[in-house]
């Protein structure tokens, strides 16, 4: 018996990040939003643990396939809350382009959780899985929720902003790189910016304005690791300015970077600035969200 769960690639819409707290990690407030480039994840029972790997258009070769890789901490974690020695094997489909800012290993955490308890008839309950999921990584969480929510704490506390179902078009260009070092762009950003509020401010105004056209949407869209990423990666810059040049309503880096993402009146325009890109670009995906989370509710 074997049980697949999908899970959507996280962007933020609103990244707030303020000093770095006494545990290192820095308080955040962000919307993320859940868009539709998926990973599938089968889980079935095993004599030990395992994960394999395949992509679906996007490259896994540095994804590593051993106990290091955080859907088997996942069923490790789950394992021992429910003091039972069980193990399985796991099968990771990816969909959503590695290392970019767009958290596809915690979305494999957040459906291994998901899968796992269905697979074993666990019955954990929300603040069981939640719990387990902000052990596991700040992005782990929302990943369970998916559609569109406020992260605060390290961005493990998630609280989902319901009713806001508009269709957002996005083209995706992951970087064709190295990808970006996660804690290098948060320590670039302390040194960017000395003068971070230990709370960072709440976008209000985002929040509120969700649900309205593209065009309203797009100068809300804000980042704070953004100078940080341009910083270490000046190509960047030219990238986010060929999507605008190109018909996008606003360009912006994905979480930590490197992946940008740029936001689009429409579909027929998120395939124009797609085609577009994809002369500089090796890969350019076209995504529209918001979509359920590994929960699937
Ligand atoms: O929680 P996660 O494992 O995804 O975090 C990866 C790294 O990103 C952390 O080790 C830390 O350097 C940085 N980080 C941070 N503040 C956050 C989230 C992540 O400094 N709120």
């Known amino acids: 018996m074997s049980v697949t769960v999908r ?24 919307v993320f939003h859940a868009i539709d480039l ?4 089968t889980v079935s029972d095993a004599g030990e643990w395992s994960v394999t790997l395949t992509g679906h258009g996007v490259d896994v070769s540095d994804v590593p ?6 859907a088997v901490r996942a069923g490790v974690l789950l394992t021992a809350h429910h003091e039972i020695g069980r193990s399985a094997r796991i099968e990771i489909r990816k969909g959503i382009p590695v290392a970019g800012g767009m958290a596809g290993g915690s979305a494999d955490a957040a459906a291994t ?25 700040s992005d782990v969480p929302f990943g369970l929720v998916g559609r569109n929510a406020l992260g605060t704490g390290r961005g493990e506390q998630v609280e ?40 960072p401010p709440a976008p209000h105004r985002l ?19 953004q100078a940080a990423a341009l910083d270490l990666r000046p190509g960047l810059a030219d990238l986010l300015a060929a999507g605008e040049a190109a018909g ?23 395939h124009r600035v797609a085609d577009d890109l ?5 890969l350019a995906l076209v995504a529209s969200g918001p979509v359920p989370g590994a929960l699937g509710r």
């Not at 962007?11 to 308080?27: S, T, W």
């Not at 998926?38 to 994840?41: A, F, L, P, S």
């Not at 806001?164 to 960017?192: K, M």
């Open 38 to 41: 998926v990973d599938e994840v």
């Open 207 to 225: 929040v509120a304005f969700l649900g309205d056209p593209a065009e309203t949407l797009a100068p809300l869209l804000h980042n704070d690791l």
């Open 113 to 137: 959780l998901v899968a796992l308890d269905r697979l074993w008839g666990l019955a954990s309950g929300d603040a069981a899985l939640f719990g387990i999921a902000g052990d596991l990584g």
């Open 160 to 199: 989902q902003l319901p009713g806001v179902e508009v269709t957002r078009w996005w083209v995706v260009v992951p970087d064709p790189g190295q990808g970006l070092s996660t804690p290098s762009v948060y320590r670039r950003h302390d040194e960017l910016r000395p003068d971070a509020p230990a709370t």
């Open 65 to 70: 396939a051993d106990d290091t890789n955080l």
């Open 278 to 282: 994809r002369s500089r670009q090796p």
């Open 248 to 270: 996008a309503l606003r360009g912006l880096v994905s979480g930590s970077g490197p992946t940008c993402v740029f936001l689009c009146a429409d579909e027929a325009g998120a």
């Open 7 to 30: 899970v959507p690639a996280k962007i933020n819409l609103h990244l707030g990040v303020g000093a770095p707290r006494e545990d290192g990690f820095h308080p955040l407030m962000t």
